[in-house]
């Protein structure tokens, strides 16, 4: 079984509605991250939390909100979509050590069409 | 604003080792140099880290320089299975916090 598991793999949605992206892991991670990736670009931190407690926004987190239900769950949700929030999105995990190594984990991603 | 500058793309011949080129001239003293891959549109998959001594793994070398503002990441034999995007990350501090912060990463295609 995978480690970081995103639902749903597939969504297209319609402009204004809300949908939410699930990410769970079963590494035991306080870290996890939400990332978007666009065609011919690389991955941009959307959201970011550290504990359980502790969530922070990425560099493009307008439109976007996200929960941390427990150490295990993060997700995502975009309260209106748009058409420009079509994007592939990537969950991942890290536990990083005292001496700043931090190997990340991702998901398979969950690609996102809005019409 | 990448913390890190990759060519957007090379190519390889099949057998060949692939020498791709990370620039971080801006990294903190203590700060690993990461490299991710990732196939098609799959997520990054990790394949090495480093501080400041060469590092190798079943998968790839890793050559850091002395001054630690550049690396360069090894296949030895590249295969047509190593055609992917390849990320080189460096943790960025922000507010507080370091991230580790991705760059557009360099497209290798592994040729026959």
């Known amino acids: 079984d995978a480690d970081v598991t995103q639902t749903p793999r597939n969504r297209i949605t319609k402009t204004g509605k809300r949908i939410m992206l699930e990410c769970s892991q079963t590494?035991?991670?306080?870290?996890m991250y939400w990332y978007r990736q666009d065609p011919g670009l690389g991955l941009r931190l959307i959201y970011y939390?550290?504990?359980?407690?502790?969530?922070n926004k990425g560099e493009i987190s307008d439109g976007y909100s996200v929960s941390r239900q427990a150490q295990a769950k993060f997700s995502l949700s975009l309260e209106s979509a748009i058409p420009n929030q079509t994007a592939l999105y990537f969950c991942a995990t890290s536990d990083p050590t005292r001496t700043a190594q931090e190997t990340q984990y991702f998901g398979p991603g969950t690609r996102l069409l809005v019409l | 604003d990448a913390k890190t500058t990759q060519p957007p793309s090379m190519d390889c011949a099949e057998g060949r080792a692939a020498n791709l080129p990370c620039n971080h001239s801006t990294i903190s003293g203590n700060e690993y140099v990461y490299w991710y891959r990732q196939i098609h549109s799959q997520g990054p998959q990790y394949i090495i880290h480093g501080l400041k001594n060469n590092e190798t793994n079943e998968m790839a070398s890793l050559i850091i320089t002395e001054d630690r503002k550049s690396s360069t990441l090894i296949l030895p034999h590249a295969t047509l299975r190593d055609t992917a995007v390849y990320y080189c990350?460096?943790?960025?501090?922000?507010?507080?916090?370091?991230?580790?912060?991705f760059g557009r990463g360099t497209s290798l295609i592994v040729h026959p």
């Open positions: 939390s550290f504990d359980v407690k502790d969530i």
């Open positions: 990350i460096v943790r960025v501090e922000a507010g507080g916090s370091y991230i580790p912060t």
């Open positions: 590494k035991g991670h306080d870290r």
